[in-house]
């Protein structure tokens, strides 16, 4: 693998992809460490420490979110405008009819994805800002007054930017460089936090038997991880012959490629987000001075609390949910039996049609359910590594972060075999 990445730089082409690839995203980094105003740091990552939901939201900003950087947001707005994209495709006939005009229609869905990520960065500015001034750690933000609607528009339009000019790097990053921009920016920064994470971890008390079995578990989730990722179920296609003058077409076989997890980690952030709410708003109630109230608020918060088994179960069976609804949202967009019949593709004994898509999806909802119980897994993957080294403190195991690296990671080498292989040198696979 590195004689392959030294072949790789000898590479002019892919050497100025490499180099371009990197350089943007030490931009990223830079940009990350940049502060605005007026925030207490110190109670910030207090808080963090304490509120899962801007835990999360700080995975996907790569530690941004850790010193509210002008990059705070990170990509997730435009992630969340990519999967409403997905979402409302198929509701959506303009949207169909897009998807099918080739390059320029995906440019135009792109475009957007884009504009909607603006309103969704702007909400998510203003949320964070407001839960921030609650907890006294933002000055002079909030719409009750004239000494602060300058500050916090000037915040919102900060925070909204910084997330744009991520976007923008990332779009040049996928377009000039090598890897998906997107995915790229969130892996940089998950590695980014791993020394603090690691440096947190032994600071906290934890043993040594436990790093060890840590270190077990998160060597058997890559292992995993890779193995599903690349599983697929391969269903043979052949096309009829066609004759056009003296020239014969078709006649060939090939397949389709239906993978175990066809999903990646979406349903993941989708049972994340939907566990993390109703805790998160359910803290804000628990004081509250009607007895009601209070108590449905106290029992909210101790079922979405992180630390009991009642959690960990529902957000395991609402990651099953989200991938098969993924997944049949995903298939249904890419309209393989319509394809295949108009280019005389057929499955050998299923009859064209209908009956072909029937056949796919009796085949994509067996396959799925691996996937799921896999993502699953995956998902409750802190709760077992608690049960295993017998310390339910320990969450610094995140299977989020993993399945990203490891998906990344997989898909950069991929593209970078393919550069090679396009030049006839040995690439990474052997």
């Known amino acids: 693998m590195f004689d392959a990445v030294l072949r790789a730089f000898r590479l002019p082409d892919v050497r100025r992809k490499l180099v371009f690839t990197l350089g943007l995203l030490a931009v990223f980094r830079i940009v990350a460490h940049v502060p605005l105003p007026g925030v207490q740091i110190e109670n ?45 495709a198929p509701v959506i006939p303009q949207l169909q009819d897009l998807q099918k005009e080739g390059e320029a229609g995906r440019m135009r869905v792109a475009q957007y994805t884009r504009l909607l990520a603006v309103p969704f960065s702007v909400l ?123 020239r014969v077409f078709g006649g060939t076989s090939t397949y389709i490629p239906l993978r175990v997890n066809s999903s990646g980690m979406i349903p993941l952030i989708f049972a994340m987000s939907i566990m993390l709410i109703p805790g998160t708003i359910a803290t804000y109630f628990t004081a509250a001075e009607t007895d009601v109230v209070r108590n449905v608020a106290t029992f909210i918060a101790e079922v979405f609390n992180s630390t009991g088994f009642v959690y960990w179960m529902l957000y395991f069976w609402l990651v099953v949910g989200f991938t098969y609804f993924y997944t049949a949202v995903v298939f249904q967009q890419q309209n393989l039996p319509e394809t295949l019949q108009k280019q005389g593709g057929f499955i050998p004994g299923i009859r064209a049609g209908r009956p072909t898509a029937d056949y796919l999806n009796r085949v994509l909802n067996r396959i799925t359910l691996l996937g799921a119980v896999f993502l699953g897994v995956v998902a409750i993957a802190p709760y077992l590594a608690g049960v295993i080294v017998r310390d339910q403190g320990v969450t610094t195991l995140s299977s989020t972060g993993i399945l990203i690296v490891v998906g990344v990671v997989l898909d950069t080498m991929k593209q970078l075999e393919a550069q090679l292989m396009m030049r006839q040198y040995e690439g990474f696979i052997r």
């Open 124 to 246: 998510q500015a203003y949320a964070q800002g407001t839960l921030l001034a609650r907890e006294g750690i933002l000055e002079n933000f909030g719409l009750g007054g004239a000494g602060t609607l300058l500050p916090t528009v000037s915040m919102v339009l900060t925070l909204t930017a910084g997330t744009m000019f991520l976007v923008w790097l990332g779009e040049l990053i996928t377009e000039k460089g090598v890897g998906n921009g997107m995915s790229l920016i969130i892996f940089a920064g998950i590695i980014a936090r791993l020394p603090a994470s690691i440096a947190q971890s032994f600071a906290s008390g934890i043993g040594v038997l436990s790093v060890v079995g840590l270190g077990l578990i998160g060597i058997a989730m890559v292992g995993a991880i890779i193995y599903i990722n690349e599983g697929q179920r391969r269903i043979m296609v052949q096309y009829a012959k066609r004759i056009r003058g003296n």
């Open 44 to 88: 910030l990552r207090g808080l963090l420490e304490r509120n899962q939901l801007l835990g999360m939201l700080d995975l996907f900003s790569g530690g941004s979110l850790t010193t509210f950087s002008i990059a705070a947001l990170g990509v997730y707005p435009y992630i969340t405008a990519q999967i409403v994209m997905q979402v409302l």
